[in-house]
């Protein structure tokens, strides 16, 4: 008996269609879930970035329009399949509205991804009369009234979300305008340059963020009306350009304002030297250098020949800090949540008092007060060296200072390192932020400060970092309450 096998071949044209539309789909539903303002600011912030996004925004749905197009013109499309070019047409118009709402206001490269999004929308429409099953489909009354009820289901439930607050920021063509000039286009290594955006302004409402880049690795995002002005400090020599981004209380980004600032002089990186392991703080006496190991909880000296190691007392568990006030040191335990006193001579413990916040970081001396930093609450004490009494108390902001580590006193103002966010100068009055500088070599860990008194209005400023276990002398120049730059300084 002759058995007559059946094949069946397989249409991988139609798998490759049903793929890409599936994968299409995804995309587009996860879209809409996306924090897209949020991921935009992130990329927008790094050129190499945006390219990547812009190439990838525009490749996926292109070729899927490219593997639609051979299908349509290679043979028949079922009524499912004539429904794919629709689909393509309205993901290139939610990439549309998308790029002018979300991109343009922050980059005006984004021309580019509107031209794809469109040419997207386009295309597709124009590939539907290729095939007699789509033409039957679009003349057809269920399609006109699928169509028409579809498009009425988006805007009841587009004004269902907007009212619900779902959309990130009012809609708008209206972004505000970010300009700033410079005290000058060319400085020093070390000394500081001012930078004022006071003629920023809001085509409606009014600014409440300044959002700067300072070219060398440094951000600084302050609030309105703060951070207006602001001061830097460059401590190696190049070219480097500053942009400004303003956000108004509507939510709406100004696309970026630059200038290029050119910087002379020799490197103000003056010394780099080794530190031994477990450093957790720093203090300089005037003649030599302080450090204490959290981990072996000693107290070590540098020589000529190395590093001194001197025992702590038994009831210091956890060094943090340490600071000298010109007779005794200070000592913060980050374990029993005390500050010690230690004679200079034995380190025997003179007096002891409770620490009033979290976690201490890092001490300073101003020559009045000794000063304190927790890396927790992101706050500022300033204590009493005689009973440990908080005489002020100083809150800083934890968007720029989410984990401070490090103080320092140049004698005028405090030097704070953030493990996170660089090196940047704080009024001990406010915690206003005064300046902002690089932590050096791109150290992402800047554990303790200290500063070396020197003259003509400079100093040192040494950083200790706890990732490369290396210490960086930096010359800067302290400036005090005359305009930044100006005058002939004031020696710390």
Known sequence: MHREST??????????????????????????????ENFVQLVLKHRVLTGIFFVLALMTPELAGYFLLRAVRERAVTQTEALVPLFYSAAGVLKLIFGVFFVMPINPVATVYLLGAAGLA????????????????????????????????????????????????PLSFNPPIAEFVVSSQTTKVGEPIDFDASSSHARQGKIVSYDWDFGDGIWHEAPAPHGAKVTHVYYEPGQYEVMLRVTDDRGEVSTAYSLLITVS???????????????????????????????????????????????????????????????????ADGATMTIYKLSKENFEILSQWEYPGTIPADLAWDGQYL?????????????????????????????????????????????????????RRIDPENGRVLGTMAAPEGGSYPIALAWDSGSQGYGRLLVADHDTKKLYQLRLKAWGKEKPGKGAGVTP
């Not at 057809?140 to 805007?155: C, D, E, H, N």
């Open 122 to 169: 386009v295309g597709t429409l124009l590939i539907w009369p290729q095939s007699p099953q789509i033409r039957a489909l679009l003349n057809g009354r269920a399609f006109r009234y699928s169509a028409l009820g579809a498009i009425v289901l988006t805007l009841i439930a587009g004004a269902w979300l907007f009212s619900l607050g779902w959309a990130g920021r």
């Open 265 to 331: 002089g020799e490197t103000g990186l003056e010394g780099i030297f080794s530190l031994p392991e477990n450093i957790s703080g720093m203090a300089w006496d005037g003649a030599r250098l302080w450090v204490t190991d959290s981990k072996n909880r000693v107290l070590l000296s540098q020589t000529e020949s190395g590093w001194a190691q001197h025992p702590l007392p038994k009831e210091i568990q956890w060094p943090a800090g340490i600071e000298w006030d010109g007779q005794n040191f200070w000592i």
């Open 7 to 36: 094949h069946h071949s397989v249409d991988f044209g139609r798998l490759r269609l049903h793929g890409w539309a599936l994968l299409s789909g995804v995309l587009v539903l996860a879209g809409l879930l996306f924090p897209w």
């Open 371 to 423: 000063w304190a930093i927790d890396e927790v609450d992101s706050t500022l004490y300033a204590l009493d060296p005689r009973d440990g009494r908080t005489v002020r108390e100083v809150k800083l902001d934890q968007e720029i200072f989410p984990r401070p580590v490090g103080i320092a006193w140049d004698g005028i103002a405090l030097w704070v390192s953030d493990m996170h966010y660089g090196i």
